[in-house]
């Protein structure tokens, strides 16, 4: 079994809506969601980041979604993540599908600085 972290970046605003820590196995598939506070996901300026650190490595970057929907993903994570959002309730979904032991990692969401 591998752990799969998720905290919230506090200084994004960023609330935590899920458990802080999710146990999946190799082949699984895995959601893990966040609900953003200090700006709107229909505000018409922002993108939303996913970001994943495995231990002992640097940050790496997941995915990202556009207040237009628009996507873009890191091509190394060969299509296994994905992102969606529900604007009402101002929420991002990080789906990850076929697991691998290496994407055991601490992920976080945070606002796009752009």
């Known amino acids: 079994l591998k752990e799969?972290?998720?905290?919230p970046d506090v200084e994004c605003n960023v609330e935590l809506t899920q458990p802080t820590?999710?146990?999946?196995?190799?082949?699984?598939?895995?959601?893990l969601s966040c609900k953003v506070s200090g700006y709107s996901l229909s505000?018409?300026?922002c993108c939303t980041d996913w970001i994943r650190q495995q231990a002992g490595k640097s940050l790496e970057w997941?995915?990202?979604?556009?207040?237009?929907?628009?996507?873009?993903?890191?091509?190394?994570?060969n299509n296994r993540f994905s992102i969606s959002q529900v604007k009402s309730s101002n929420t991002l979904t990080l789906?990850?599908?076929?697991l691998q032991t290496e994407d055991?990692?601490?992920?976080?969401?945070?606002?796009?600085?752009q």
Not at 4 to 7: K, S, T, V
Not at 21 to 31: A, H, R
Not at 95 to 98: L, S, T
Not at 104 to 113: G, K, Q, T
């Open 95 to 98: 789906h990850g599908n076929r």
């Open 43 to 45: 505000d018409g300026c």
């Open 4 to 7: 799969y972290f998720f905290f």
């Open 21 to 31: 820590s999710v146990m999946k196995q190799p082949g699984d598939t895995l959601s």
């Open 104 to 113: 055991a990692a601490v992920y976080y969401c945070a606002r796009d600085p």
């Open 62 to 77: 997941v995915g990202r979604i556009c207040y237009d929907d628009s996507t873009a993903y890191n091509s190394k994570l």
